[in-house]
Every structure is written in structure tokens, then in C-alpha cells.
């Protein structure tokens, strides 16, 4: 019965990145898999994307001296406003978190990412759609409906 019980796994994280600059997330399961929750902000000025949240699935690495590798896929909800029409960003994101103490539970974390940001327009006359348009993209494409991007990021913060 003892080997059917699993350490649990229960962080949470703040960071920024290129797409959605003010980020935090909940990670609770096993460390084979765990569900993340979030809550972001989305890019100001001229990308104002308003708010966002975020559920997805990571599976965390075994400690490696004081590195833990992780791997997550959060699909983000990125909220519109008068001008800009709602998102979807769906994220891969590879990460390498560094323990500040030997043995502490804080930890430095980082990574790339790819993003996929997607949209449909309603109304192509009068509909925005500036989410991740100033980014590095791999793949712009419009047509009256929806609309995709793809493009390369970064991420930067701690977990605890």
C-alpha cells in the first residue's frame, strides 16, 4: 500500500515573460503530473490584452544537485477589450528551476517558451487583433475569420 502513495507536489510561481508580462500560478499534484492554475496580466499599451487565466498539465524532474527540470502546457484565456478581441495563447514551457539554498524551497526558475496565440473575428471592419503582433513570429496568418501567430519567448521568475 506504501508504494501506491506519491510525495505530493504543491508550488507556486511568479513570473514574466515577453507575452503575458505579470504571471502567477498555482501547481498542485504529483510531480509525474500536476495541474497548473494561473492568473496573468496581458501586455500593456498598444498589445493591451487585459487580463488572463490560465489551466494546464507539467510533470517535474527529479532534484539534480540544486536543479529541478520541469515541463508545462497551460492554455491562457487572454481577455479583449473595446478594441482588441479575446485570445488564446496556448503555451509550451521547458524550465529549469535553481534552488537559492541547498535544500530550500525557494528557487529561481526560467526557460523558453512557444507560444501560439490564436482568435476569431467577428467583425474584421472593426476588430484589433494586436496580441503578440511585435513579437518574434514564426507564423502570422489572417484571413476574415481567425487569426494565428507563433512565435519564440522567454520566462523569468521563482518558484516557492
Do not use: C
Amino acid at each position: 500500500m506504501a508504494s501506491l502513495l506519491h510525495p505530493s507536489y504543491l508550488h507556486g510561481e511568479g513570473w514574466g515573460s515577453e507575452s503575458l508580462p505579470l504571471n502567477a500560478a498555482l501547481k498542485v499534484g504529483i510531480p509525474r503530473i500536476y495541474l497548473v492554475l494561473g492568473v496573468a496580466a496581458g501586455p500593456f499599451g498598444r498589445q493591451s490584452g487585459g487580463a488572463a487565466w490560465g489551466v494546464g498539465l507539467g510533470t517535474a524532474g527529479r532534484l539534480r544537485g540544486r536543479f529541478t527540470p520541469s515541463l508545462d502546457l497551460v492554455q491562457w484565456f487572454v481577455s479583449g477589450d473595446r478594441e482588441n478581441i479575446p485570445s488564446n495563447l496556448t503555451q509550451l514551457r521547458p524550465q529549469v528551476g535553481w534552488q537559492l539554498k541547498q535544500g530550500g524551497r525557494w528557487q529561481l526558475v526560467g526557460g523558453p517558451t512557444l507560444n501560439l496565440a490564436t482568435a476569431y473575428r467577428r467583425d474584421p471592419q472593426t476588430q484589433r487583433w494586436d496580441f503578440g503582433r511585435d513579437q518574434w513570429l514564426w507564423v502570422n496568418q489572417a484571413d476574415n475569420e481567425s487569426l494565428l501567430r507563433l512565435w519564440p519567448g522567454v520566462q523569468l521568475g521563482v518558484r516557492f
